[in-house]
């Protein structure tokens, strides 16, 4: 139950911080959204600041979650890197995620440990767990990279920086699967040819 409380807390605060930003979105307001009294809201949370740092933290572990699961064991680099591409851009694509980016950005002037907390949340958390494959890979000879760390960011900026921007801004829709299968194939070929085996 607190679980489920905790949520419907957290979806509320999200539509109230998205429709009015960090600053000018007042406790009173997200528990009226959330559906609960405002005895209830400060019992979960103590201010406004941990209520948002709550919500960007559950953003990122949802996105997370959402990722493919790199196997250190399987050769097939490109195949690996597709699906890696393919679920990456899927997840942050989803509307939920793209919200919590535009409401971190919101308050990036007034609430820079909100951004700090975002970045250690979700990209580093991408950018370590593909260098570290990335570290296995060249270890067995699959590849061929001097710096993973850099490499793993090159990979994961290639497959989502075409389509993310347009989409955060509003300026354009999520572009169709077809589109997206398209440029992340296009990723693979980049960096395979960059990193891939010299005698391939």
């Given at each position: 139950m607190d679980s489920a409380k905790r949520r419907q807390i957290l979806d509320g605060a999200r539509q109230v911080f998205l429709a009015q930003g960090f600053d000018a979105a007042s406790m009173g307001e997200i528990a009226k959204a959330a559906g609960v009294s405002k005895g209830t809201l400060y019992v979960y949370f103590d201010s406004k600041e941990e209520l948002f740092a709550a919500l960007v933290k559950s953003q990122c572990a949802q996105t997370a979650e959402r990722l493919f699961e790199l196997d250190a064991e399987k050769h097939d680099v490109r195949d690996a890197l597709r699906r890696l591409g393919l679920s990456f851009v899927d997840a942050m694509l989803e509307p939920s995620h793209v919200s919590t980016v535009?409401?971190?950005?919101?308050?990036?002037?007034?609430?820079?440990?909100?951004?700090?907390?975002?970045l250690q949340a979700g990209p580093r958390q991408g950018w370590a767990r593909l260098t570290e494959w990335l570290k296995l890979k060249v270890e067995h000879g699959d590849l061929v990279i001097d710096d993973p760390e850099v490499a793993a960011k090159q990979f994961l900026t290639m497959s989502h920086g075409a389509v993310m921007m347009p989409v955060l801004i509003g300026a354009e829709p999520a572009p169709p699967a077809e589109r997206i299968e398209y440029l992340v194939n296009k990723a693979v070929d980049v960096f395979m040819a960059a990193y891939g085996p010299r005698n391939a």
């Open positions: 535009r409401m971190v950005i919101g308050a990036a002037d007034r609430q820079p440990e909100i951004g700090q907390l975002f």
